[in-house]
């Protein structure tokens, strides 16, 4: 059984930064491309950011220059750095692992920022 387990989100005012973190637990091959997804209010989930195994990374183009994302393979752990922090950005952010026809989902993390 695969669980994520995201931390690392709050309350932030913008123009500030957090640091996500997911954490794997269980039996999940270190190929699997690792993923923050994000969903607002009264919207759809949308991709933030992903990591395949061997670091290839694509952005959504609204937070290109300002999130990174990263993954440790050793601690089974993924890593998304947000800086410059927009009002826009606020919502439940889960982390994602995925190979073929498998999706693991964690139970979120809430982004709230300020204006």
């Known amino acids: 059984q695969v669980q994520l387990v995201e931390s690392g989100g709050g309350l932030v005012q913008a123009g500030g930064s957090l640091r996500l973190s997911c954490e794997a637990s269980?039996?999940?091959?270190?190929?699997?491309?690792m993923g923050w997804y994000r969903q607002a209010p009264g919207k759809q989930r949308e991709l933030v950011a992903r990591?395949?195994?061997?670091?290839?990374?694509n952005y959504a183009d609204s937070v290109k220059g300002r999130f990174s994302i990263s993954r440790d393979n050793a601690k089974k752990t993924v890593y998304l750095q947000m800086n410059s922090l927009k009002p826009e950005d606020t919502g439940v952010y889960y982390c994602?692992?995925?190979?073929?026809?498998?999706?693991?989902w964690g139970q979120g993390t809430q982004v709230t920022v300020s204006s």
């Open positions: 994602n692992a995925h190979y073929g026809p498998i999706d693991y």
């Open positions: 269980g039996s999940i091959p270190s190929f699997y491309a």
């Open positions: 990591i395949t195994s061997d670091g290839y990374t």
